[in-house]
Each structure stands twice: as structure tokens, then as C-alpha cells.
């Protein structure tokens, strides 16, 4: 199982749009996926409509270990080889059992092991904080995927995240590598691009070099309504809009293996 983690340490960055597509996307070609949600604000699990009981077991139990560990994965209804481990703000809760455990940024990574077998590919949605749930998820991850919005924020945002992703590695507490940067809300009007998103995607280019820029997710409400129908893009015939995520894949197919069906 290949473990990649969404994150940008900031809020609004795509991470959740980033996530929910390409983990769908990754599920209709063929490959069993597991999503994650490690957001207390659990964006994730309401976009994929699974509606739960507070009682119900979720990222926290799984964490915590206090429920057999398929207690917290739920098939996502209507999308075929596609999982989810929800959450609900309980999970706040977790960060206190992480920093307490001593053992923190491995955790996560240490409690998926189980299920490198039964899953092709996880993809974790990650909170914009700094937080002791970032850094587990980070810990987890053989990839990190930055989604970083098209603004001076989002440059800030790509700057912090690869800095905690250096000074974890530095002490290898994670053994991720940046697979790719995929600015968000770049704006376009007509032919062309807005000057704040031109000077942000320049400055993100010279941060981490040509070949890990990804395209843009374009300013745009479809992925919005793509996201509120439980479409995909393809489905509201925007495939072009896909693109991003396609590309990204590519680059990891010779990891996991030819899809089942393209
Ligand atoms: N292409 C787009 N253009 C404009 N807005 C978009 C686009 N795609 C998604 N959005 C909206 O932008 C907002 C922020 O996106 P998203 O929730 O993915 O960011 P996030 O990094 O997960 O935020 P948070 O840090 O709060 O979890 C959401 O309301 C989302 O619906
Ligand atoms: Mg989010």
C-alpha cells in the first residue's frame, strides 16, 4: 500500500478537494483505496455524505486501537473499491493520546500496517494546523501531495509544510518525499492568469524546482458542484478539470501496478 498524505499548513488550500478527487479517481481506475479523514473539521466525511453516529468508531478509535481496526472503515456508498476511515470533532481528542504516547509522528503509520495488503493506495486528508494529528499523518506518509493556493497564502502555506516535512526527516521521523505541489484557485480570465496567481505559482516553481509543479486546479465553482452532486468532474463533463489528479497518477503507476481498468 502506497500511504500519501494531502497536506498545506494553512486553511482552504484544497486539501480536502485535492483528496476526495484524486481518491476517487483512483478508485475508478480500479485500485482499492483507502481514504482518511485527520481533520477534526471533517470536511471529508461530509463530502462523501456518511453520516454517523458520535458513538460510532472513526479515526480516533482506530487510533486509539479500542476497536477492531475494520470497525472504522466504512464503504463509500455508491463508489465501488472506495473506503473511508471518517472523523467527527472528537477527534481533537487524539492529539493529547498522540503527544502522550511518546511516540506521536509514527503512530498512524504504525496502526495502517495491518492493512498494506488489503489496499492498494491511502490517501490522508490532513488539518491545516501544526498539530500532533499533522505530524502522524505525516509520519504515516510514503508521499506528500501540497496543494497550496495561488495566492501569497499559499505560498506561505507550501513554505511551512516543507519546512515540517524537513525537520521531520531530519530526524526521520518520516520517510515521506514531496511527489507534488498543485497550486489551487488558480485564476484565469480568459486567456489570462491573474497576476497575484502568476507571481504565486512563479515563487512556488522556484521553491521546489519545475518537475514537482503539477497543474493548477483552476479557480472555478464546478469542482464545488461536482463535490455537492457526488459527481465527478468527468460525470458533469469537465474531464479536462481532472487533470491534475490524471497526472499525478501517472507518475505513480509504475508503484502501484497497471490499473484494472482505464
Ligand atoms: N477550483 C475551485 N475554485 C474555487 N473554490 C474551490 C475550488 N475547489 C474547491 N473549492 C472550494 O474552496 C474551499 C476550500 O477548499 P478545501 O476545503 O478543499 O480546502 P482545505 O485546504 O481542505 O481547507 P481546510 O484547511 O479548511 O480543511 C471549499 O469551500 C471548496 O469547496
Ligand atoms: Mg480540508
Not at 473506503?83 to 496502526?111: N, W
Not at 518525499?177 to 486567456?191: A, E, S, Y
Request: a negative charge.
Amino acid at each position: 500500500m502506497l500511504t500519501l498524505a494531502v497536506a498545506s499548513l494553512s486553511g482552504g488550500q484544497g486539501k480536502t478537494t485535492a483528496a476526495l478527487f484524486l481518491g476517487r479517481k483512483l478508485a475508478q481506475l480500479g485500485y482499492p483505496t483507502l481514504l482518511i479523514d485527520a481533520d477534526p473539521q471533517h470536511n471529508l466525511t461530509t463530502y462523501l455524505g456518511l453520516e454517523l453516529k458520535p458513538n460510532e468508531p472513526m479515526l480516533l478509535e482506530f487510533i486509539k486501537q479500542s476497536v477492531e481496526l475494520q470497525e472504522s472503515i466504512y464503504p463509500v456508498t455508491g463508489e465501488d473499491n472506495l473506503f473511508l476511515i471518517p472523523a467527527d470533532d472528537q477527534l481533537d481528542g487524539v492529539v493529547d493520546y498522540l503527544a502522550s504516547s511518546g511516540v506521536g509522528a509514527t503512530l498512524l503509520k504504525h496502526r495502517l500496517e495491518p492493512l498494506t495488503s488489503t489496499f492498494k493506495i491511502c490517501v490522508i486528508d490532513s488539518p491545516p494546523q501544526r498539530s500532533q494529528i499533522c505530524l502522524t499523518v505525516l509520519g504515516a506518509a510514503d508521499g506528500l501531495v501540497i496543494p497550496a493556493e495561488a495566492s501569497l497564502k499559499g505560498y506561505g502555506s507550501l513554505v511551512r509544510t516543507l519546512d515540517l516535512l524537513k525537520s521531520m526527516q531530519n530526524v526521520r521521523a518520516t520517510q515521506a518525499q514531496v511527489l507534488g505541489v498543485i497550486p489551487f484557485r488558480d485564476r484565469w480570465i480568459g486567456n489570462n492568469q491573474s497576476t497575484e496567481s502568476r507571481l504565486a505559482v512563479e515563487a512556488m516553481t522556484e521553491e521546489v524546482g519545475k518537475t514537482l509543479m503539477l497543474p493548477s486546479i483552476r479557480e472555478s465553482e464546478r469542482y464545488k458542484q461536482a463535490i455537492n452532486r457526488r459527481q465527478t468532474l468527468t460525470d458533469l463533463g469537465y474531464s479536462d478539470l481532472e487533470y491534475p489528479f490524471s497526472l499525478l497518477i501517472e507518475s505513480l503507476v509504475q508503484q502501484l501496478g497497471e490499473p484494472s481498468h482505464v
